[in-house]
C-alpha cells in the first residue's frame, strides 16, 4: 500500500500561479510512474500531465506551455507548476500513482481560478 498526500492549491485570480505537491510513502518512489488528474463539476477525470519513471513528460493540449510537472526523488514528491491559470482550470486535482498494476490515488485538492 502506497500513502499519497497533497499539498496546494487554493484560489488564484485568472492569469495567476499555483504549485501542487504530491508526496508519497515508502521506498520506491523512483520506480513510479506519477500523473496529475483534474476533475471540474459534471465532468470527468482527465490526466492533465504525467511523468514517468524515467522522467518522461506527457500533458494534456490545454495546458501544454502553461503546466509543469517535475519529481523530486529524493523527497518522494512530485510537483504540478500551473501558471497563466484560466478559469477553466478550475477542478479538483488528483495526484496519481501508478507502481507496476497498482494504482493509488490522492486524497485531492481543489483549485479555484476566478477574479
Known amino acids: 500500500q502506497v500513502e499519497v498526500v497533497q499539498s496546494g492549491g487554493g484560489l488564484v485570480q485568472p492569469g495567476g500561479s499555483l504549485r501542487l505537491s504530491c508526496t508519497t510513502s515508502?521506498?520506491?518512489?523512483?520506480?513510479?510512474?506519477m500523473g496529475w488528474y483534474r476533475q471540474a463539476p459534471g465532468k470527468e477525470r482527465e490526466l492533465v500531465a504525467a511523468i514517468d519513471s524515467g522522467g518522461g513528460r506527457a500533458y494534456t493540449n490545454n495546458v501544454n506551455h502553461r503546466f509543469t510537472i517535475s519529481r523530486d526523488n529524493a523527497k518522494n514528491t512530485v510537483y504540478l507548476q500551473m501558471d497563466n491559470l484560466k478559469v477553466e482550470d478550475s477542478a479538483v486535482y488528483y495526484c496519481?500513482?501508478?507502481?507496476?498494476?497498482?494504482?493509488?490515488w490522492g486524497q485531492g485538492t481543489r483549485v479555484t481560478v476566478s477574479s
Open positions: 515508502g521506498s520506491d518512489f523512483a520506480k513510479y510512474d
Open positions: 496519481a500513482v501508478r507502481s507496476g498494476n497498482n494504482g493509488y
